[in-house]
């Protein structure tokens, strides 16, 4: 029993790392950017199916990742559009994109649902081959290298000028845009980086577990809001961006260990839904009770 539960843990952390990446994407849109942006769930399939029909073509498994991070990046271009240039309400533009995207990922992977991998190199199992790596560790540490790599990258960028007028559209549009700044451009350059990322975490997905789906994405956005959540309850929200970032990606790790020992533990993967808006509910209701807790603890003040 505990060797199980072991075992996937192993596995959970390494998936939840690639996951990760998804979950940095979404942290942009919905905490940097406070754009309730639902394409997700296209574009991870998106990436996925980008990345497969490729290698399936013959491309080089690491080459279809930069083809599938431009791939989301259009996919944030079209939300964007239709958000800041047809004034489409932001919720609805990435309804509508993630409902086209069901289409064009067919459309991408040749007309079909799905696209196997098996027996094609993909990156992980290159360095899996060369580094003569178990696929666990494989995995976790392609993970390890993109996820640093990338919250490096993001702490850069956001402390550009452009990176910092991205982050104050978020907290006060009205303000950045008196200072001069066209905050529909960095709206859509935020929703641009935000499923360029999401898409690249579904083409490593999809190498990782050997096949793409069209529905690989369904669920990505609540899998990413539950990582987000569980990252800033655990890890705090007082500390610089790069620690915030970071706490992110171990937020992901988190979650997936989560769900690995309630598997083992027994519970149904039918129920996996319910246990992750279970999770999103108890974190999200953390911080309103340590208020009211510290309210009733703290003494009251004289006069």
Do not use: H
Not at 78 to 99: D, E, V
Not at 186 to 200: E, F, H, R
Not at 229 to 258: D, Q
């Amino acid at each position: 029993m505990l060797e199980g539960i072991y075992l996937a843990i192993q596995g959970a952390a390494s998936q939840g790392i690639i996951w990760g990446i998804m979950t940095l994407g979404v942290y942009i849109t919905f905490k940097v950017l406070d754009f309730p942006d639902l394409t997700v769930d296209g574009s991870f399939a998106l990436g996925g199916a980008v990345s497969a029909i490729l290698i399936s073509n013959g491309m080089n498994p690491f080459i279809t990742l930069f083809f599938s991070f431009l791939a989301g990046s259009l996919a944030g271009l079209a939300t964007g559009i239709l958000n800041t240039k047809l004034q489409i309400p932001g919720i609805l533009a990435g309804i509508l994109t993630m409902i086209a995207l069901y289409s064009i990922n067919i459309r991408v992977m040749g007309g079909r649902p799905n696209i196997p991998l098996l027996g094609m190199a993909t990156s992980l199992t290159i360095i899996q081959n060369i580094l003569s790596l178990s696929k666990v560790v494989s995995d976790l540490l392609v993970g390890f290298v993109f996820s640093v790599f990338i919250v490096l990258i993001m702490y850069w960028f956001f402390g550009t000028e452009m990176g910092c007028a991205i982050r104050a559209t978020g907290n006060n549009e009205k303000m950045i845009r008196a200072l001069g700044v066209d905050t529909n451009i960095m709206k859509t350059i935020g929703l641009m980086i935000s499923n360029a990322l999401v898409s690249l975490s579904g083409a490593l997905v999809t190498q990782s577990q050997g096949y793409a789906d069209v529905g690989m994405g369904t669920g990505t956005i609540v899998i990413g809001l539950a990582s987000v959540i569980i990252g800033e309850v655990i890890f705090g929200n007082r500390f610089n961006f790069l620690y915030k970032l970071s706490s992110i990606v171990m937020g992901s790790i988190i979650y997936r260990i989560i769900i690995a020992i309630v598997l083992q533990l027994g519970l149904k993967a039918t129920d996996l839904k319910l246990l992750t808006a279970i999770i999103v509910a108890i974190a999200l209701s953390v911080p309103v009770l340590n208020k009211k807790a510290n309210k009733i603890l703290s003494p009251k003040r004289k006069g």
